[in-house]
């Protein structure tokens, strides 16, 4: 149940999850991307990415949860673990882009980000590539 760092055995479960909730994979299985996790015996629970860009800024990825473990705070704790772990990386700024889920991130404390101070390379990832810039919402966090 604790949030741990994937490994290349995840990431199968990692990609199906994210296709069941209509998020993108792409890219996932390449070096670019962190995961975190979250199993228990019957299989994943949840997952959380990182790409970062720039050393100090990071694209929160594929943040999903089985339908079985919602609503139990496990997003949350999701995204805690990943912020610890690029906090003690360096990275200072966490970008996330949704198009459905703006205002869960508002309650994680994320807040509209402008799109003029966000890194062109970042705008560019594979995360953004099967939708067009009107139907998705930047926010950001300061860590
Ligand atoms: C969004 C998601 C990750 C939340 O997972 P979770 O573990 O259930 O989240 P938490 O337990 O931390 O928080 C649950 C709360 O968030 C709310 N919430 C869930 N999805 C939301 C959304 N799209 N917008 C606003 N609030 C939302 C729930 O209603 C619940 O509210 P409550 O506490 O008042 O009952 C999960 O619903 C999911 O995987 N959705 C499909 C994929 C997705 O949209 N991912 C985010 C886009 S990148």
Redesign the pocket.
Known sequence: MRPRHATEADLPDVEALLRS???PAVGIRGQAVQFHVSRDKNGLL?CAGIEEFDGSVGL???????ER?????????LVSSLVADVRLRGIDTLI?G?T?????FS?LGFTPADRATIPLELLASREFANTSSGETTLLKAEL
């Open positions: 909730c209509s998020l949840g929160l990825r594929g943040l999903a949860v089985a473990a919602r609503r139990a705070g496990l997003a949350a704790l996330v949704t459905v889920a703006a205002g869960y309650r």
